[in-house]
T-cell receptor, first 114, second 111 residues
Framework: KAGVTQTPRYLIKTRGQQVTLSCSPI?????VSWYQQTPGQGLQFLFE???????NKGNFPGRFSGRQFSNSRSEMNVSTLELGDSALYLC?????????????FGQGTRLTVV | QKEVEQNSGPLSVPEGAIASLNCTYS??????FFWYRQYSGKSPELIMS????GDKEDGRFTAQLNKASQYVSLLIRDSQPSDSATYLC???????????FGKGTTLSVSS
């Protein structure tokens, strides 16, 4: 069974640009969450999508946005990049349920803003 | 503000010993608890989930949950050098809510 696939694996962007990251969940998983990981802040929740709807959003500025498609694939976009956006961006997929079911992470996208 | 506290370590144990990793949390409404292992430069890998008070064993790993005391722990028996990694404790609430992660404990197993 294929795991969570994130593309691209690495990105280098300059300040002010925008970037789009992609995530394909495990087959059958309909919930997709995004996290930002930095050495100082650890893993921080960005947002979660289920059935093409954003169900929850973390404490990040509006420059961070996302969407989910009918096949459960998800994208996140960061506009007007800042140096502080350099991080590992992780996508996790899960079977939605009560309480939270197990979430499985992709390999991540390493974003460097210069 | 939901918080998850972990000792950052490093926790150093000799090969073959038991490693004990601990996590405390603030939100009594948390319903699900997870342990992830993360090797340097890699993404987190789920190793244990626990939902009820008590112990849950899977191979060399045992997760322990005590909701009254608001702590969850992970025991690794017969520790191996390949267990050297950062271990992340995570909590979940209602479906659709975020997983809240601790900052992680770095484990070093020496041969």
């Amino acid at each position: 069974k294929a795991g969570v696939t994130q593309t691209p694996r690495y990105l280098i962007k300059t300040r002010g640009q925008q970037v789009t990251l992609s995530c394909s969940p495990i087959s059958g998983h309909r919930s997709v969450s995004w996290y930002q990981q930095t050495p100082g802040q650890g893993l921080q929740f960005l947002f979660e999508y289920f059935s093409e709807t954003q169900r929850n959003k973390g404490n990040f500025p509006g420059r961070f946005s996302g969407r989910q498609f009918s096949n459960s694939r998800s994208e996140m976009n960061v506009s007007t990049l800042e140096l502080g956006d350099s991080a590992l961006y992780l996508c996790a997929s899960s079977l939605p349920g009560q309480p939270n079911t197990e979430a499985f992470f992709g390999q991540g996208t390493r974003l460097t803003v210069v | 503000q939901k918080e998850v506290e972990q000792n950052s370590g490093p926790l150093s144990v000799p090969e073959g010993a038991i490693a004990s990793l601990n996590c405390t949390y603030s939100d009594r409404g948390s319903q699900s608890f997870f342990w992830y292992r993360q090797y340097s430069g890699k993404s987190p890998e789920l190793i244990m989930s626990i939902y009820s008070n008590g112990d849950k064993e899977d191979g060399r790993f045992t997760a322990q949950l005590n909701k009254a005391s608001q702590y969850v722990s992970l025991l690794i028996r017969d520790s191996q050098p390949s267990d050297s990694a950062t271990y992340l404790c995570a909590l979940g609430g209602q479906a659709g809510t975020a997983l809240i992660f601790g900052k992680g404990t770095t484990l070093s197993v020496s041969s």
